[in-house]
């Protein structure tokens, strides 16, 4: 008797995708006792998606947007030679771009600027500087969950019985806003694209062989491929807490006016029960400094920023880093899966020192894992008798072979150039950037990635008033990288991950500056299949003489209408006159069947 080797497989299925665009919008006031708004310096955005559903055939998802705008109080300023009143940006009656920026994954903001980055520069206009009691102060607000947004994407799966599981991302692509008349508000619009997915998770019996034992021999036809078993996916949360000295160069910290967070992943690997992963939180500080006095011990980013009365401060950048370790507990996890762990933050709170000399910190993390078996196997699209008979029943197969994964690093270079609007440069705060993918081509062995990287500076400036200016530079900075994966070849499909390291800025006199970006890419490779694969085989009995006109048949375990009818060289639908009332797919062992005398080739 034919013995068939199977292989069952958990394969996760892309029913289709589709890019939406959203924006979500409204009125944002200033909380009570926060000073009115000067000059706007930065609003930044961070979108959270929390619903994805089907509704009405099509799939469904919202989500909200955080808000944290940084500012000039409206302090009076000393006017500049000629000029009136500096800082007019962000004033009621029009609309002002903040810039694109996102906290999604490869998406985030990143910082960090040597000390020698942060120095004073040649090519200031006016080196006297104002009085520190009537330079504008720096605050900042906060605002959770300040704006909703939805969006619809049209996607297969919906009539399905269970409908299809849809998966989703976003992030921002541009930021704009219009400060209120009394400068106690702003009206904001957020342009968002959200990807939304649809998918399913289907048990899959592929035959991989056959033996037909010492009688017999089988020729086999097929291709080796790799396939991902999908063996499951978990959530789970982590707190990661730290302290660090600040260098205090310019003095103690007084207060934290901004912190930006970047969590990675560095490693990841399936143990018995949970998934191990180990990585970095990096965070960007932005606070005042000045000489020993009254310090803010408390920033939390759920509520707005506030600290003694002194323009004697100095606005300084700086950057800490957090190690974590976490388990997130997946009971079929394994050694020897493949892993894949990413992370989100989901909270935050940092405390200054009394004296002003140190930091705390605590982010709360949401980490999703998903591990796989690769299985190396044959998918078998033919099988020939040589001493027997066989017969095989095929069906379409699609599905993705997974060639090979790397990880390689690269950078992103571009000179920047200030505007004439723009104040020149005395030294740089905080940077954050944007990446581009434009290009992803797989080649012999190989990917090359191209793209881009969108900059927003913060800066001090050169003027009198030592103002803190924004510059946004569009696709400033270009890279073309290429990452060694075996294996690879140009009709294969390519995912690429692209994380952003520090940004180092090089300023050149007051309007040029030399900017890199570090870049670390993950790529994995599939390669699509589409083939007519064998489901089913069954071996003929050869018909010797006469049959009899009935005669009848006990089921054995795996038997169906199919291989019955195939294997006595008659039909399902004769099988089903002789024997009505039989269920499709397996038949119930014992079960006696009769087989009519007609014989028709198979």
């Not at 967070?261 to 939180?281: F, L, M, Y």
């Not at 997130?328 to 894949?340: C, F, V």
């Not at 078998?380 to 599905?399: D, K, R, S, Y």
Request: glycine fraction near 10%; proline fraction near 6%; charged fraction near 25%.
């Amino acid at each position: 008797m034919l013995r068939l080797e199977e292989t069952h497989l958990q394969l996760e299925r892309t029913l289709g995708e589709q890019l939406a665009e959203a924006i979500g919008s409204g009125p944002i006031r200033l909380g009570s006792g926060e000073p009115a708004i000067g000059r706007v310096l930065n609003l930044r955005a961070i979108p959270h998606l929390t619903h994805l559903e089907w509704a009405e055939g099509q799939a469904r998802a919202r989500g909200v947007i955080d808000l944290i705008l940084l500012y000039e109080g409206a302090a009076p300023r000393s006017p500049s030679p000629g000029t009136g009143m500096a800082g007019g940006e962000g004033k009621a009656g029009g609309w002002e771009e903040a810039g694109a920026r996102g906290e999604q994954e490869a998406e985030r903001h990143h910082f960090g600027y040597s000390d020698e980055d942060m120095g004073e520069y040649p090519g200031t206009e006016d080196e006297t500087e104002v009085p520190a009691a009537t330079r504008p102060r720096i605050e900042s607000s906060v605002w959770r969950e300040a704006l909703a947004f939805e969006t619809w994407a049209d996607l297969p799966g919906a009539d399905l019985e269970p409908p299809a599981e849809l998966e989703g991302s976003c992030e921002i692509e541009q930021v704009a806003f219009r400060v209120d008349e009394d400068g106690l508000g702003l009206e904001a619009e957020v342009s968002l694209a959200v990807a939304v997915r649809s998918l399913r998770i289907e048990p899959v019996r592929l035959i991989t062989g056959m033996n037909a034992g010492a009688r017999g021999r089988v020729r086999l036809e097929g291709e080796r491929v790799v396939l991902e078993d999908l063996v499951g996916r978990s959530r789970a949360e982590t707190t990661v807490r730290g302290e660090a000295a600040l260098a205090a160069v310019q003095g103690p910290a007084r207060r934290v006016v901004d912190v930006e967070v970047q969590p990675v992943v560095r490693s990841a690997r399936a143990a018995r029960g949970a998934v191990e992963a180990e990585g970095q939180v990096r965070l960007d500080l932005l606070y005042m400094a000045g000489p020993a006095g009254t310090t803010e011990t408390g920033t939390d980013l759920t509520v707005s920023y506030s600290g003694p009365e002194n323009g004697d401060e100095m606005p300084v950048h700086e950057a800490i880093e957090l190690s974590w370790r976490a388990n997130i507990p997946l009971p079929e996890a394994r050694e020897g899966l493949a892993t894949r762990v990413t992370a989100q933050v989901a909270g935050l709170r940092v405390n200054l020192a009394e004296d002003g000399r140190a930091v705390q910190a605590s982010v709360v993390l949401t980490l999703e894992a998903r591990a796989v078996h690769r299985i190396p196997t044959t998918l078998l699209v033919a099988a020939t008798g040589e001493t027997i008979e066989v017969a095989t029943q095929n069906q379409p197969f699609h599905a993705e072979s997974f060639v090979g994964e790397s990880e390689d690093t690269g950078a992103a270079v571009g000179e920047l150039e200030l505007v004439d609007e723009l104040e020149g440069i005395s030294r740089v705060l905080t940077g954050s950037g944007r990446v581009h993918v434009d290009r992803i081509t797989c080649a012999q062995d190989r990917v090359e990635v191209e793209g881009a990287v969108d900059l927003v500076l913060l800066y001090q400036a050169g003027n009198r008033e030592q103002s803190v200016e924004t510059a946004s530079f569009p696709r400033a900075l270009t890279f073309l990288e290429q990452v060694v994966v075996a294996g690879a070849r140009p009709e294969d499909v390519a995912q690429v991950q692209v994380e952003l390291g520090a940004i180092e800025v090089s300023p050149r006199g007051s309007r040029y500056a030399l900017a890199r970006v570090p870049l670390r890419l993950r790529t994995k490779v599939t390669r699509p299949l589409e083939a007519s694969v064998v489901t089913d085989a069954v071996e003929v009995i050869p018909v010797v003489g006469e049959p009899p006109t009935m005669r009848y048949v006990f089921v054995q375990p795996g038997d169906t209408l199919w291989r019955l009818a195939t294997r006595y060289s008659t039909t399902p639908e004769l099988l089903l006159e002789a024997t009505p009332g039989l269920p499709e797919g397996e038949l119930p062992v014992g079960r006696k069947i009769y087989i009519p005398r007609r014989i028709v080739k198979v």
